[in-house]
């Protein structure tokens, strides 16, 4: 393998586009931040030794599937020879559309050790959004169940093969060979493929593709390396102490490997940690909380919505769990000190993006008060938090939330215009999100910038406001949205879901509530609506855009 520092990086990554410069990255490798080590090699180290513990399990359709860590190699060895029987190659792309079961771990290393590229689809996205991530990423091949729940999978691929030129294969996790056409194959069929031995991958190449979630147009494509993703759990394996996890670790993998948590986390870190990574392939709370007991889990990785429901289950009197760490949506700033008691584990709130991962958390090696905060900045990193014209905010101050580090993503694939638009001088990148750093330089998140709600020309900070209403005895879940005012050009709305014979509470009453917990009064909001349920994403984020068609 060529040494990446003596090689230019724009060559490694085919011509893509990123500011990176070569001498960030040699100052990254020098550092030991980007360590030069693929992630198949992870798996290897962990195959070797402990090629006898459990290393993925399925739970899924009531039915139970155990791999080894030595089953486990070989499984993604025989991935990667079935791939290249197929004329995957270098930096060719391998979409998996799939549910959470253990092949999903076994073909995502297969695709590594070919040094292909990887990128997920969760399986319950449509067609339009399948589409656009298998133009954007020129998959060569899609794997997918035959169905999936209410979908059906092979003639959804049909749809899609028809419109996109550069998928050749589709293959089908599935017993099923019924009416397969020219192009589509049974995994099972391929238990034959020639053996093959792959020179390892190179570090600095792109790996993966993370695509965003797409609502506000085309989902981008964030260019990540074995360097940038090895460092991103490598950092908050030892930011946590591995420990804290379980000693090995069994992960609950709920989060839907298709989306950046359930890869990198669920997948990636349990190998990282040669731990035991249980597939859930549907999350639905009572059964979540029994195969938490069952398997004897120690951690958990998911967005609020997941530990909330936890708590409601009453998983309480015999909780395994050692540590849940909660990001990808607002942590309302109550919930981990209720969630620790019930729970009797530790609480992490952290923040990340599928740009950079998790690069903030909270660690039980700093006082309790981190926890009501999205934590501190993991080694290696850095944060600033600025105004509108890009100077830096004193601690305490709200401003827009710039990231730098080892674990940003190189730019966004085959669009260096978004890239462009994304990365500033320094190569500070534009998060999104609106935040504050307290004094011990830990980060608060106070919600993205574009769900700030501008009331007669003043902010209104949408996380503050939740985290309040989140404190009502009344209320499981809560979001705060703008809708349109006249003459205030936005007023805030707050939609509840209230405890099942409880009464919904009144503008006027929760305004009073909120008052006495002392959110500012100008804060209140001042339509209070009441659903079921709220519009969540599979990997459990508030449908914010949806709750603004139904109010705004």
């Not at 990636?268 to 004897?296: C, K, Q």
């Not at 992490?348 to 905060?373: D, F, K, N, V, Y």
């Not at 307290?438 to 209104?460: A, C, F």
């Not at 006027?508 to 002392?518: C, N, P, Q, T």
């Amino acid at each position: 393998m060529t040494d990446p520092a003596n090689r230019s990086l724009s060559a490694i990554l085919g011509g893509q586009y990123t500011p990176v410069g070569e001498e960030t990255a040699a100052a990254w490798r020098a550092t030991g931040w980007w360590a030069g080590r693929s992630l198949r090699s992870l798996l290897t180290e962990a195959a070797t030794a402990h090629p006898d513990r459990t290393a993925l399990i399925g739970r899924g359709g009531g039915e139970r599937i155990s791999r080894t860590y030595r089953e486990f190699y070989r499984a993604a060895h025989h991935a990667a020879n079935v791939l290249a029987a197929l004329g995957v190659g270098i930096g060719d792309a391998v979409v998996l559309m799939l549910p959470n079961r253990v092949e999903y771990a076994e073909l995502v290393f297969g695709i590594n050790e070919l040094g292909a590229i990887y990128a997920g689809i969760p399986v319950s996205y449509g067609e339009q959004q399948a589409a656009a991530i298998l133009r954007r990423s020129k998959a060569k091949v899609l794997v997918i169940p035959r169905r999936w729940r209410a979908t059906e999978h092979l003639e959804l691929s049909r749809t899609l093969r028809a419109r996109i030129p550069t998928l050749e294969h589709v293959l089908i996790l599935d017993e099923d060979e019924t009416g397969l056409r020219e192009g589509e194959s049974l995994w099972c069929a391929h238990a034959g493929a020639p053996d093959h031995g792959f020179p390892e991958p190179d570090p600095a190449r792109i790996c993966y593709l993370g695509f965003t979630s797409g609502t506000t147009g085309e989902p981008k494509g964030a260019m990540h390396s074995h360097d940038t993703l090895g460092y991103a759990i490598r950092g908050l394996a030892e930011h946590l102490g591995p420990a804290t996890l379980g000693d090995p670790m069994v992960q609950l993998v709920a989060s839907p490997a298709g989306h950046h948590t359930g890869f990198a986390f669920g997948i990636l870190l349990t190998v990282l940690l040669a731990g035991t990574a249980v597939h859930l392939d549907r999350w639905e709370p009572e059964t979540g909380t029994r195969i938490i007991r069952d398997e004897r889990c120690t951690a958990f990785f998911g967005a609020p919505a997941f530990l909330q429901d936890l708590i409601r289950t009453g998983l309480s009197p015999d909780c395994p769990l050692r540590c849940l760490v909660i990001a990808g949506a607002p942590v309302p700033r109550t919930l981990p000190a209720k969630a620790q008691e019930a729970l009797g584990a530790y609480i992490c709130p952290a923040w990340g993006l599928t740009e950079c991962s998790i690069m903030s958390s909270a660690t039980p090696h700093e006082p309790e008060a981190i926890q009501r905060t999205d934590g501190a900045i993991l080694p290696g990193s850095r944060v600033r938090v600025v105004d509108a014209v890009g100077a830096d905010l004193p601690a305490g101050h709200t401003g827009d939330l710039l990231m730098r580090g080892p674990g940003v993503a190189y730019g966004y694939y085959d669009r260096p215009d978004a890239t462009g638009e994304c990365y500033l001088p320094g190569l500070w990148f534009r998060t999104g999100d609106r935040a504050s750093l307290g004094e011990h330089g830990w980060l608060t998140l106070r919600g993205r910038t574009k769900d700030i709600i501008i009331r007669g020309g003043e902010n209104i900070p949408v996380t503050e406001v939740e985290s309040a209403i989140f404190e009502h005895p009344d209320v499981l879940n809560a979001a705060v949205v703008g809708i349109p005012d006249e003459r205030l050009g936005e007023r805030a709305c707050a939609v509840l879901v209230v405890k099942a014979g409880h009464a919904d509470p009144t503008v006027e009453a929760l305004g009073r509530f909120l008052l006495s917990r002392g959110l500012s009064k100008h804060y209140l909001p001042e339509r209070v609506v009441s659903l079921r349920e709220l519009p969540m994403t599979a990997s459990g984020k508030v449908q914010k855009f949806k709750l603004r068609e139904m109010f705004g």
